[in-house]
């Protein structure tokens, strides 16, 4: 099956940014979103959702993003905020923060999904699956899940028992068979469910 070509933008001559976050189904760890600003005429036939890419094509466009973008910006929302506000709220909290460290201001916002709440007065439109359909969005999901990856490879040093560099905190078997060994770490979602029903947690 051919690829569905990306399209450059949504509304024709406008300061567009795209937004994506990765990390809201994890167990551990924060939620990371970008705000990407790409030229109109941008054009790459292996950029696409980044879920749809492997690894190493990921680390691949990141530069390519990082230096055609006339604007990009990553944000993150720990583990604790997530707790304090819900995993939904610190999403929308993760794009607002990337959009408003943006170096140039956009006029439209392409949000990812089929909701967001801001508090700034650009207007923006929810694009379900957008990622696969609009270069910026794309862009910004190689960013979110790329940093993202690169803080949870971080944190594995300190807790290797958890394989972050390979889970990337998501909710794998061996991931919580560690949490029911060792216990969570500071950097667990409390609010998640952090093990499968038939295991408890006895600290």
């Known amino acids: 099956m051919e690829k569905q070509k990306l399209l450059p933008f949504y509304k024709q001559n406008t300061i567009e940014a795209g937004c994506d976050e990765a990390g809201r189904g994890c167990l551990a760890g924060p939620v990371f979103a970008a705000a990407v600003i790409l030229p109109q005429n941008f054009e790459n036939e292996l950029l696409n959702d980044s879920k749809k890419l492997s690894e190493k094509q990921r680390y691949q466009l990141r ?99 958890f394989a972050w560099n390979k889970n990337k905190g998501y909710p794998t078997k061996a991931h919580r068979e560690a949490i029911k060994a060792h216990g969570p770490t500071p950097y667990h979602r409390m609010t998640f469910r952090l093990l499968d029903e038939q295991l408890s947690l006895d600290f």
């Open 63 to 161: 530069p390519i993003v990082e230096q055609q973008a006339l604007a990009y910006a990553v944000a993150a929302v720990d583990n604790r905020e997530i707790d304090e506000v819900n995993i939904l709220n610190a999403s929308f909290l993760a794009m607002n923060r990337a959009v408003t460290q943006l170096e140039i201001e956009p006029q439209h916002l392409l949000i990812d999904g089929n909701r967001f709440r801001t508090k700034s007065k650009i207007p923006y439109t929810c694009m379900i699956k957008g990622d696969g359909r609009f270069y910026s969005i794309a862009a910004a999901s190689i960013l979110a899940k790329t940093y993202r990856d690169d803080f949870m490879a971080k944190i594995h040093q300190e807790y290797p028992q």
